[in-house]
């Protein structure tokens, strides 16, 4: 099994916890996971979390699926590097007009402090960021390439 993907880490964000997590994919998470790190910021956690609550409104599904969660992936903290480097990057944002998300702004900083590119189900999303270095790469072009090279 080769891989032509150029990256062997990432960061997933919310949508693309939910895709990975998603019926469609979940027979290849072992494969994802045992050939890629997969990191997440505690924050996307927090809103994948809330988004299963809300559907199933089950506080043992909640804590299980939390403790599978930190086991599968690095689950990244929000530490005050993070927050200092958020804050200068929302004053720019501010200062130039631009409405932001307060979960994919520390995804990006997350990532660009890793230097690691964002796993997203919309790449269209990180545009308005890119100035500060942030790459991102398509969850659903990742698992159709991680598909094709299990056929191979």
Known sequence: MTFSIPYREFLADTLALLYLHSTEV????????SKFRIRVSVLSVQEFLAYVYYRFHDHRVL????????????????????????????????????????????????????????????????????KYGVTTVSVKDFVEQVKSAIKT
């Open 26 to 33: 979940q027979n290849l998470l072992v494969v994802i996971l």
């Open 63 to 130: 804590e299980n699926l939390s403790d599978v969660l930190h086991k599968l992936y690095v689950v990244e903290p929000i530490g005050r590097d993070i927050v200092l480097r958020a804050s200068m990057i929302i004053v720019d944002l501010v200062k130039h007009n631009q409405d932001f998300d307060i979960v994919d702004l520390y995804n990006v900083v997350i990532a660009t402090s890793g230097n690691i590119p964002i796993l997203t189900t919309d790449p269209s999303r990180y545009l308005k960021y890119a």
